[in-house]
């Protein structure tokens, strides 16, 4: 290991447990002279030589009432971030390709607001906050995602160079946060859906749900709708059948990876058992979820669409 990473990882090294509020200390906030501040400072030397050189009086006194005023915005610098309490939240799950929000909560107990601070979890993408005196703010600090299942958020990167910009003051912070990313959704042609019963097993052949006879079982088709009489008097000659009824009987779909084609990535083929998930629900229709070694029953709802979408989120084939 060379010099830069030891001595990078000796002086990032702390971090909380993720999960507790965690208070900005001296320890734990850095500050070094900012692009502008080097330029302050070679102006103020070159002032000086100049005074020393034409014995100025009044140059001299310009030159330290400004080097003065550059000490005192540096420890304004340092200020804005020391006793900062960073309190980690909550993400909401999103698809991939979207952009996840990790949620913070920044608390100032100060009598003094804290301005200008910027917070930054990739480069190019980040957040300014102001947390007024004696309150609090919710940052959600936004992150690009690419590919599904769990996101950990990295290192977030706290920024100020308030308040004459000839400082920047930063600090690391490392909440144990995590984003569920489902599924990129492909567009497909929904496979076909089976009759089901409405409130459990139909009784009796009239009205809206007549029965209109049997089918062969088809592997989107739920265990639950097998005809087990019929087929147990055919037992070994076909297949397991359906009960088939007509009229208004309400419809479900099983998405199955077993529907897909097999000659397919593994990521396309959830990609289009995300679509036809998502196809079904905004049509109304209650879907369920087979997948190799899960199985989830027809349902419909926010709670069910979630669990199947996670399911598909976390499969491995």
């Not at 009960?243 to 309400?250: H, R, V």
């Not at 990521?267 to 905004?282: D, H, N, S």
Request: net charge positive.
């Amino acid at each position: 290991m060379g010099i830069v990473a030891t001595l990078k990882q000796q002086l990032f090294r702390w971090r909380s447990d993720g999960t507790a509020p965690l208070r900005l200390g001296q320890r734990r906030i850095f500050i070094i002279p900012s692009r502008g501040g080097l330029l302050f400072a070679l102006a103020l030397v070159v002032m000086l030589i100049g005074a020393i050189n034409y014995n100025l009086a009044l140059g001299h006194a310009l030159v330290f009432l400004l080097a003065g005023l550059g000490i005192v915005g540096m420890i304004h610098t340092f200020r804005n971030l020391h006793g900062l309490v960073i309190t980690p939240g909550r993400s909401e799950p999103v698809f991939a390709g979207a952009t996840a929000h990790f949620e913070l909560t920044l608390d100032n107990d100060r009598t003094s607001p804290r301005l200008a601070l910027e917070l930054e979890a990739e480069t190019g993408n980040s957040v300014m906050a102001t947390v007024d005196r004696k309150k609090g703010v919710k940052i959600k600090i936004p992150l690009g995602t690419q590919k599904r299942g769990w996101l950990d958020l990295p290192r977030v990167r706290l920024t100020t160079r308030y308040p004459l910009g000839l400082f920047t003051a930063w600090a690391y912070l490392q909440p144990a946060m995590r984003c569920l990313i489902y599924p990129q959704p492909i567009a497909a042609p929904l496979p076909n859906a089976s009759p089901s019963p409405v409130g459990g097993e139909r009784h009796g052949d009239g009205g809206q749900e007549d029965f209109a006879g049997f089918r062969d079982r088809q592997p989107a088709d739920s265990p639950r709708h097998v005809a087990w009489k019929a087929s147990a008097r055919n037992v070994g000659e076909r297949p397991l059948l359906i009960k088939q009824f007509s009229g208004g009987a309400e419809v479900e779909l099983i998405v199955d990876w077993r529907l897909t084609d097999d000659a397919l990535p593994d990521e396309t083929r959830i990609g289009i058992l995300t679509g036809w998930l998502l196809a079904a629900e905004t049509a109304g229709t209650p879907f369920g979820l087979s997948l190799p070694g899960l199985e989830i029953p027809p349902a419909s709802g926010e709670r069910h669409r979630q669990r199947c979408l996670e399911a598909l989120a976390l499969f491995r084939s």
